[in-house]
């Protein structure tokens, strides 16, 4: 049988292997079939004579007419289909058309089946993708029915799973309160909520008075366009009524959702606060973590970048059936690929909303997340995350590789602390464990933060304040500018691979914090997935060569997570003098490449800015500059040298300094310090022999 050229018949390339010939080669072969830059009107010539290519058609066209896409407009299209390489092999076997446009444009549609016997699949065909169909759209009373089964299960005390006779309960333990123990624990309603006027349909701001009552959080982007908010002008006005031809459609579908759900109350940012009020600003957003954490239900404008977008979207999807040349039976569906991609590093355009640094913590400290997509609900807590097509936490229809999931990491480790009822630790070698994960997870958390949009950079710290203080009062360690004392070494040892932009010209935090750079960070040890057994990973043996004899850091206002006004690290550590060079060239990522002259005799190492050293102004760090090396850490077995770079204050009398970036020395790698063994060596000669002295970093 000749295969079609342009689709391949719906099968992989080459012979599906048996596990016996699969066992014999070192490794598989890909029977993966991708065909790109085909031009539409070859692609529709090709539809005439290849059925396979006309359902193609067929499911591509109608998808594209259903989101008001014209058809003609596309210029080529690309296939993406997967295939397991052998029998029995679990694998992605995502099945994808992209269509490009005349304009620059692209739309993904994805084609799968379902798992019924109405909905038959040839024999002919290779792996097509089985899964769930979403709702028509995200109003629609089958999406909120499926919001409340969500609901129901994140209350119930095994979140939903029948424990089996005989079955061990703590198995099926989750990180959510059941619904008996939310209703013993009467949730304060906030300072001012709104109230959605279920009973009398008048919209209205009023204040809390400390009653006990269920109530409801809205979490979106404000964008460009002025949305509704509360003054000290209009503040008399909003608690008479809000009129709802005032209220942005964001606004408006989300009290909408609040009654559906039979809540009197729900909590909108730009309403509940006081925006020209610099006091009650600082007041409440110090709330944020209670506010957000004791809400019933956070309810998340996900696919919205103002409030123009709104909650609601419709959600088609488009059905192909018939009859092969063969005679056998197929159904197939076509949508518009729906991305499954919750990690906050500003890699998707379909959610614009976890691009905000402000939402991350709205997201995190929440009890709960009802999400409106732009293709459909999805729903994350503690515990779980659900979505209506049933993929989400993966990459793909198959439970293969896994994506980031960011609450249930943070949710296992602020659960990861518990003391006995004599409040003595249980256990010693599982405390010293379970503190290293949650100081871990403490240092994932600044890696996603740190890769946000932010408006105002004066709210780098404020806008992750709530979940600051949310680990603080389990760690019961001292907060500072972003570190905590408990960890300090550790979370000192922060970097960054960017350093394009220049240090902030208005000061922001001490140099020592990665609150001081404008840029995303990374630590060594930080987390990207969860795993049910992380927690158990031990921390790599190291030798703490620092040791820090002070830190403290003035608040610029009364929030103890909040602004920072100064700081100061003292340390006693060897601090090797150096000098910085600039080589001419740029690496492949056209960055600057930094060295330190430890050892004229050898070549100069790497070190990694934290940020444009080149830039004008009081920040500026010119090669030929006498900087220092602040020796940190050892690893023990493979002997990796860790050390802070400092420059001298030039007001400081040699004593004062300020972090510039950091030096790693690798002795299995030369990925970061660039170079060999016998330069590297020299390099760790120097800093043995370096002065021991103790100084202050500003």
């Known amino acids: 049988m000749l295969l079609c050229p342009l689709c391949n018949s719906f099968k992989g390339v080459g012979p599906v292997l048996t596990e016996d010939e699969a066992r014999r080669l070192s490794s598989l072969p890909t029977r993966s079939f991708k065909h790109k830059d085909i031009l539409w009107p070859n692609f529709r010539l090709s539809a005439e004579t290849c ?3 006309n359902i193609l058609l067929r499911g591509v066209t109608g998808c594209l007419q259903q989101r008001q896409h014209e058809p003609d407009q596309v210029v080529q299209v690309n296939f993406s289909f997967l295939y397991a390489p052998r029998e029995g092999y679990v694998t992605e076997n995502d099945k994808t058309v992209t269509c490009e446009f005349n304009d620059g444009s692209r739309v993904e549609i994805g084609l799968f089946t379902l798992n019924d016997d109405s909905c038959p699949c040839p024999d002919a065909w290779d792996d097509v ?14 999406a909120f029915k499926k919001a409340c089964k969500w609901l129901k299960d994140c209350e119930d005390e095994f979140h939903g799973a029948e424990v089996p006779e005989g079955g061990d309960p703590e198995d099926y333990e989750h990180f959510c309160a059941s619904s008996q123990e939310a209703l013993s624990q009467a949730t304060t309603l906030p300072t001012r909520v ?6 009398d349909g008048k919209i209205k701001l009023i204040e809390g008075n400390g009653r006990a009552q269920r109530y409801l959080c809205l979490s979106h982007c ?14 008399a006005e909003r608690m008479q009524e809000i009129h ?3 209220l942005s459609r964001t606004f408006e579908e989300a009290i909408h959702m609040t009654r559906r759900f039979e809540v009197d109350y729900i909590w909108i940012d730009s309403l509940c606060i006081i925006q020209d009020d610099a006091e009650d600003w600082e007041r409440e957003s110090a709330r944020m973590a209670s506010i957000y954490r004791n809400a019933y239900l956070t309810i998340a404008a996900t696919k919205s970048s103002n409030g123009d977008g709104g909650l609601f979207a419709q959600t088609p999807d488009f059905e192909v059936s018939g009859t092969t040349p063969e005679g056998e039976d197929y159904y197939l569906v076509f949508r518009k690929k729906i991305d499954h991609d919750l990690s906050v590093d500003g890699g998707t355009p379909h959610f614009p909303l976890m691009n905000r640094a402000w939402v991350y913590q709205e997201r995190m400290l929440s009890r709960r997340v009802l999400h409106f997509g732009y293709y459909e609900l999805f729903w994350e807590c503690s515990t779980e995350i659900y979505c209506e097509c049933g993929n989400i936490g993966y990459l793909g229809c198959m439970e293969t590789i896994p994506l980031p999931n960011p609450r249930k990491m943070i949710s296992s480790a602020l659960e990861s602390l518990e003391r006995t009822p004599s409040g003595n630790w249980s256990n010693r070698t599982w405390v010293q464990n379970m503190r290293f994960y949650i100081a871990r997870m403490w240092r994932s958390l600044v890696m996603m933060y740190t890769g946000l949009c932010l408006t105002v950079a004066s709210d780098y710290l404020p806008a992750l304040g709530g979940v600051a203080k949310t680990f603080a009062e389990k760690r019961k360690s001292p907060y500072l500018a972003g570190l905590f004392k408990d960890s300090l070494v550790d979370d000192l040892l922060w970097m960054t691979f960017s350093c394009k932009k220049p240090r902030l010209s208005k000061w922001r935090a001490p140099s020592w914090s990665w609150a001081s ?20 990973e031990k921390q790599v043996e190291r030798t703490e060569l620092a040791s820090i004899e002070h830190c403290v850091c003035t608040l610029a206002g009364l929030d103890d997570f909040g602004q920072v006004k100064s700081g100061l690290l003292r340390v006693t550590s060897q601090l090797l003098p150096t000098t910085l060079l600039l080589k001419t060239d740029l690496d492949g990522m056209q960055r600057p490449m ?25 920040y500026q760090v010119l090669p030929g500059t006498e900087v220092y090396c602040l020796r940190m850490i050892q690893k023990v077995k493979h002997k990796v040298d860790v050390s802070l770079v400092l420059r001298a204050c030039p007001t400081g009398g040699g004593e004062v300094f300020e972090r510039i970036g950091v030096l790693q020395l690798d002795p299995h790698s030369s990925r970061l310090d660039q170079i060999k063994p016998e330069a590297r060596d020299l390099a760790v000669a120097a800093l043995d022999e370096a002065e021991v002295r103790t100084i202050d970093i500003i």
């Open 51 to 53: 059925y396979c290519c």
């Open 129 to 142: 993708p089985v899964t769930l169909r979403t709702s028509p759209e995200t109003s629609s009373e089958e």
């Open 194 to 199: 709104v109230d959605v006027g279920r009973h």
């Open 222 to 235: 404000w964008g460009n366009k002025q949305i509704i908010t509360t003054t000290r002008s209009t503040l």
């Open 244 to 246: 709802a031809e005032d």
């Open 517 to 536: 750079v404008d840029t995303h960070v990374t630590y060594e040890d930080g987390l990207l997935y969860y795993v049910d057994d992380i927690y158990t």
């Open 594 to 618: 930094y060295c330190l002259c430890i050892d004229p005799k050898a070549a100069a190492p790497r070190m990694w800015p934290d940020y444009d050293l080149s830039q004008a102004g009081p």
